[in-house]
């Protein structure tokens, strides 16, 4: 069964109009989405190695996720594996910005690693 995933023009945390910014940031807010979609960003990966690579996450969350991921079409299963799609290669890329800022942000604040 598919998780239900935030989707744009249908109420979302935070947007009762579900505006897509919204609906994609309560998609990303998720627990392990994050981390899921950087994985992939990194390499294909099957559902084990995924849970390996992901500190051995529940399997329950990562099918969830995993679920919810491909339901947005962010990601695809081939060959019992899981890469990003090229929306979702888009998302890691839009991405690319915010992980800049904060990195400054970790070093101006002093309350980090600049990674």
Do not use: K
């Amino acid at each position: 069964m598919e998780a239900r995933a935030p989707r744009p023009g249908t109420p979302v945390r935070g947007s009762e109009s579900g505006r897509p910014v919204m609906a994609v940031l309560d998609l990303l807010g998720r627990r392990w989405t994050m981390r899921i979609l950087w994985e992939l960003s990194q390499a294909p990966a099957g559902f084990r190695e995924l849970q390996r690579r992901c500190e051995r996450m529940s399997s329950s969350v990562l099918s969830t996720r995993l679920d919810e991921l491909t339901g947005s079409r962010l990601i695809t299963s081939h060959d019992g594996g899981y890469r990003l799609t090229r929306l979702g290669e888009d998302l890691v890329e839009a991405l690319g910005p915010l992980n800049a800022w904060s990195r400054r942000w970790a070093g101006e604040t002093g309350s980090g690693t600049a990674e």
